[in-house]
């Protein structure tokens, strides 16, 4: 079936914008994790959601990030007011969320976000 | 807390030698443990994961893992490196209470020389 996408594959966007990053995870799958990676970084955890609901938000690095989830389907994470900083790609992936323990998180290509 | 510290920024290794990717982990619940590659303009892949069964875990395209808890480590290794290896290769421990939050280390990129 079909794996993780997101979109765009693409933003470039001026400081002080606001920008939405969308994600679709595999389907069935209820739980749904946000990362960000910088320039010749690791990624970083931002956020994660079982079903609709986002027990762990402690990754979101400011009040300009905000994410959601509707239906148990698509996120879209959102960057109000962005900075260069907020440059980076931004990861999606999603788990069956049946096993915590043992589940794997498949990934999707990322949205390259270029603040200028 | 959970973190994860590769202790190799590059690794250049010549086609049809071992490869050695070194991983250590700080967990304080028994550790899930992934090895993850991403090649050029490419998603993450999944390489092996360890779950607290076997200690030595076997991955997609010949590469292994062992799970070595005295030392807290969790190296990546193959016996015989590929050109198509040549890619970045992350360390990723899974912890906290809700197992849901996952560390990822900082990378290593393997180059393969001909």
């Known amino acids: 079936g079909a794996g993780v996408s997101q979109s765009p594959s693409n933003k470039v966007t001026e400081k002080g914008k606001d920008v939405e990053l969308r994600c679709d995870p595999i389907s069935g799958h209820t739980a749904l994790y946000w990362y960000r990676q910088r320039l010749g970084q690791g990624l970083e955890f931002l956020i994660y959601?079982?079903?609709?609901?986002?027990?762990?938000k402690s990754g979101l690095p400011s009040d300009r990030f905000s994410a959601e989830r509707t239906g148990e389907s698509v996120s879209t994470l959102t960057i109000q007011r962005t900075q260069q900083e907020d440059s980076a790609v931004y990861l999606c992936?999603?788990?069956?969320?049946?096993?915590?323990?043992?589940?794997?998180?498949?990934f999707g290509p990322g949205t390259r976000l270029t603040v200028l | 807390a959970q973190s994860v510290t590769q202790l190799d920024s590059h690794v250049s290794v010549s086609e049809g030698t071992p490869v050695l990717l070194r991983c250590n982990y700080s967990?304080?619940?028994?550790?899930?443990l992934f090895w993850y590659v991403q090649h050029p303009n490419k998603g993450l892949q999944l390489l092996l994961k360890y779950t607290s069964a076997a200690t030595l875990v076997k991955g997609i395209n010949g590469f292994e893992a062992e799970f070595k808890k005295s030392e807290t480590s969790f190296h990546l290794t193959k016996p015989s490196a590929h050109m198509s290896d040549a890619a970045e290769y992350f360390c990723?421990?899974?912890?906290?209470?809700?197992?849901?939050?996952?560390?990822f280390g900082s990378g290593t990129k393997l180059n393969v020389k001909p």
């Open positions: 992936a999603s788990s069956s969320g049946t096993q915590p323990y043992t589940d794997t998180q498949y």
């Open positions: 990723v421990v899974r912890g906290g209470v809700s197992f849901n939050k996952f560390y």
């Open positions: 959601f079982q079903g609709n609901s986002a027990p762990d």
């Open positions: 967990s304080s619940y028994s550790p899930s």
